[in-house]
């Protein structure tokens, strides 16, 4: 036989490596299979979520940091593209404060509400719905014509009347903060069933004196949550959850019901105590979980809905949390 010729020989050693496109495939193939994987997870709490009402609070780190804002409004665009119906309500605490230090106007708290004078409530106002929801509404309108913004003054969306702090057993008063009375939700549904995602500043006014009133954004997201029969009312803040023995230990308890967490309260950080109340609220008025979530944590919206460890503390009705202890 004879031997092929030098061109033969050239011709052979620039032939592909069949072994190695062989793997090719195979090495995409693992690369691939955590998403899968990840995906999959996720489709049971696809299903339930599904077309339900989501209410998020917007609040702490997350409100501050550029990542942390980006990773929210993905967050909530994911979960409208999803099926879910997300509203967003916010406060603007570090925004506030520091306009009303610009203005040479003192921040003062007591029971966990912010002190709001007649300036300072114009400040407020300023801020909330001209600075915070236009930035946000502007963060999830990069992804396409979804929010829309919206203060708890427009369409009679939230009535207030005059709230005063309780403090050592005695009513204090801490100038134009509500206390809301009334919801009217018609607005909020119809941006709902145009796909829409409401934003919403938590300002309302009053129908018993005309004054516009600084309600609490926990407050406010509970309340609105109740009203809108949601699934869910989301609490972002700047802590991993409820502590079990704080601050002797950091321990976060995962779940708890609403009986549970009405013995608690007394013991709480004054700053936690609007927030759990609005969870308290919310189970306790038709709405079937209330999670206080690590804000500070980027996704944490999706980890704590789609995933099946979850983060933070979830607060559900007493007959679900006896059931899943049983």
Known sequence: MSEPNSSQKTDQSQKPDRSQKAD??????????????????????????HGK??????????????????AFAQDVVFLRHAGLRPVVV??????????????????????????????AMDVVRMVLAGQVQREL???????????????????????????????????????RVGRITDIDTGAIKALLDDGRIPVVSSIARSSDDG???????????????????????????DVEGLYADWPNSD???????????????????????????GCLHAVRNGVQTAR???????HSILLEIFTDEGIGTMVVPDAEHEGADQ
């Not at 995962?254 to 109340?277: D, F, N, R, W, Y």
């Not at 206080?292 to 980027?298: A, S």
Request: net charge negative; glycine share 10%.
């Open 251 to 277: 321990e976060v308890i995962s779940q708890l019901g609403a009986s549970e967490l009405e013995k608690l309260l007394p013991e709480l950080a004054s700053g936690m105590v609007p927030k759990m109340q």
């Open 137 to 175: 509404v502007g963060l999830l309108n990069q992804h396409g014509p979804l929010a829309v913004g919206m203060t708890g003054e427009d369409a009679h969306l939230m009535s207030a009347t005059k709230h005063f702090a309780e403090i050592d057993g005695e009513q204090v008063d801490i100038g």
């Open 211 to 237: 004054h516009v009133y600084n309600v609490n954004a926990d407050t406010a997201a509970a309340a609105l949550a109740a009203a809108l029969n949601a699934e869910t009312l989301m609490v972002l803040t």
């Open 90 to 119: 916010h406060g603007g605490g570090p925004q506030i404060s520091a306009q009303l230090d610009r203005h040479g106007l003192v921040s003062e708290f007591k029971a966990g509400l912010r002190v709001t004078t007649d300036d």
């Open 53 to 70: 009402t989501v209410v998020i609070k917007f609040g702490g780190n997350a409100m501050v940091d550029e990542e942390l804002k980006a």
């Open 292 to 298: 206080v979530i690590d804000g500070r944590v980027q």
């Open 24 to 49: 090719q495939p195979t090495a995409r193939k693992h690369t691939a299979q955590p998403k899968a994987r990840i995906l999959i997870e996720a489709l049971p709490w696809l299903t339930r979520h």
